[in-house]
């Protein structure tokens, strides 16, 4: 008898665990939100969680992204057909004013009502006519604004060395960095080696220019990287400039990952 209650008092304690509960009060954790699918891009595919980032080089400066469900657009120019087939853009960013960065032709043909904003520094805002300066949002160095859950945070982009601090004054032109979820992404646009490039940390994948007179050396733009250590470069604004030296100079050693793509 003794025995027997030792037994029931085992036994209802085991209750206790979860053997005994009715499954109705165990729910199952709320399943992971599904990542939102990707937009229709063709291009290099690096996983997020926020569903893959798509990277479509198009010529030069001018370059696609898709991610979470958006389409980006960077620096369009030239004609319409360079961007057949691509989906339409969420978002166009604009670096800059000179002609390889900003076509007010390629942007009235790209930005379409309700669906596309334009995020641009005041200077290009400035050169643009009044319908596509109503679809603009402007951003000056170091301002963010978001869409939805792409956040945008302008970067300072500008020549150091003094033969070329006339090309691109600090204050005028945007670089871009992207952040959606635990991802950055960071368009330098056109400039040096600044500070501000080599203090960024945590970034997934970065778009460098190197070419001379306008921008940086591939020797400027792999000691950079060797600093900010994204986990994947791809030179763009590169024009004849040897990538197999700015390969060379970044390295096997610092982790980082260059990624050589058609830009011409
Ligand atoms: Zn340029």
Redesign the pocket.
Known sequence: MHLLRLFTATAAALCLSSACIPADLFDPPPAPPSPPPDVNLPGDRIKTNFGNLIIHPIN??TLALGWSSKTIYV?PVGDAARFAGLPAANVILV??V?A??LSAETLTALAIPNHTLIIAPQAVYDALPPALQAVTRVLANDATTNVEDLIIEARPMYNTTPERVNF?TKGRGNGYLLTTGDRRVYIA??TEDIPEMRALRGIDVAFL?M?LP??MTVQQAADAVREFKPTIVYPY?FRDSDLAEFSRWVGTDAGVEVRLREWY
């Open positions: 030069h400066a620096d670096t800059d000179h390889d960065h691109h646009g056109d220019p070419n306008y921008t604004h």
